[in-house]
């Protein structure tokens, strides 16, 4: 019997050994994903500034630059807390109000309460109308469309919590772009294309086969339609574009003491879709070093467990073996 006991450390170790080894390949390549959300982004950043220096130079010059992006403003309201009320709040009237009286030639589309929003999708993207309507979260309903608008209207979405300082015509003049924070993932809240680029084609038709639950609120609308997920799909786009596609810009939104002077945009009042675990990835987000290491001491301490664990079945098993009963 004794002879048995090697077999049976071995077995129990290979299970627990091969058990580690598939979760470890579950759960890493996941990790890494999202870690290279985080990290540096592809493209080419431009603060506001750097913007309107290049185009009044461009200005000055015999041939004019093209001007990809039609001169058109989205602004999307979806009033879940009081449905069926269409009349904006003050702050966000006020801010609206700046970005249409500086660009008073410029096509603002109507704005996009919860019903034409869904007309649209309906009418332009009946495919998609089933998900659009099957979001557990409404906000993921105003990512998504703001991503369709994109990709069939062209022009530049706003969200109704920034205002305009100043005309956006400097900015019409790069086919597709998003806006960057400085830190962390890209963001969504003020995004422009010329119509039918292939990153909002991209963006567009991969949310069916990737948005899910994530079983976090936060998680779930920023991987699935937010802000993280206009970050892995920005990547993705500029890793599989041919080398002849120009990079895309970022433009600079760091609203930190230390970021470059906004220009264009101001910023009033959000956060209309926070749920019970924004301040948790709030906090990561600012502390994303001791965050990471937080996770990496409990990913250690799991599998220190497990191993530990691994070693008592299998302890148990040779003193039973040998004639001891192990006392509880």
């Not at 879940?80 to 702050?91: F, K, M, Q, R, V």
């Not at 649209?120 to 608008?149: A, H, M, N, S």
């Not at 422009?192 to 609308?221: C, D, K, R």
Request: glycine share 8%; with cysteine; proline share 6%.
């Amino acid at each position: 019997m004794a002879s048995a006991n090697p077999r049976v450390r071995r077995l129990a170790l290979g299970l627990l050994a091969g058990g580690l080894t598939l979760f470890l390949m579950a759960v890493v390549p996941k990790i890494l994903a999202l870690s290279r959300i985080f990290g540096a982004h592809a493209g080419v950043a431009m603060t506001q500034q750097q913007v309107l220096d290049a185009y009044k130079a461009a200005k000055s010059m015999p041939d004019r630059r093209p001007r990809p992006v039609p001169r058109i403003i989205h602004q999307v309201f979806h009033n879940w807390h009081d449905p069926g009320n269409e009349t904006l709040p003050s702050d966000w009237e006020q801010t609206r109000q700046s970005c249409i009286s500086r660009h008073p030639t410029w096509e603002y589309k109507v704005l996009w309460t919860e019903r034409a929003s869904r007309q649209f999708i309906k009418k332009e993207y009946p495919w998609f109308l089933k998900t659009y309507d099957g979001f557990q979260y409404p906000v993921q309903r105003v990512d998504t469309l703001r991503y369709f608008l994109m990709r069939h209207f062209g022009g530049v979405y706003i969200d109704l919590d920034n205002g305009c300082r100043t005309s956006l015509e400097p900015l019409l003049y790069y086919p597709s772009w998003v806006t960057d924070g400085g830190h962390g993932a890209l963001s969504n809240n003020i995004i422009a294309s010329e119509p039918e680029h292939p990153y909002w084609i991209i963006m567009t038709e991969s949310i069916v086969p990737w948005a899910g639950n994530f079983i976090l609120p936060y998680v779930t609308i920023s991987y699935a339609t937010g802000q993280w997920y206009v970050t892995k799909t920005w990547e993705q786009y500029h890793a599989s574009k041919p080398r002849s596609a120009p990079p895309l810009l970022r433009v600079m939104m760091d609203l930190r003491p230390t970021g470059a002077k906004w220009v264009f945009f101001t910023a009033g009042r959000g956060g209309t879709w926070e749920n019970w675990d924004n301040r948790l990835f709030g906090w990561i987000g600012a502390h994303l070093f001791r965050a990471t290491l937080l996770g990496l001491v409990a990913m250690g301490a799991v599998v220190g467990a497990a191993f530990a664990t691994g070693r008592a079945v299998v302890t148990r098993r040779r003193r039973m073996r040998k004639g001891y009963r192990v006392l509880d």
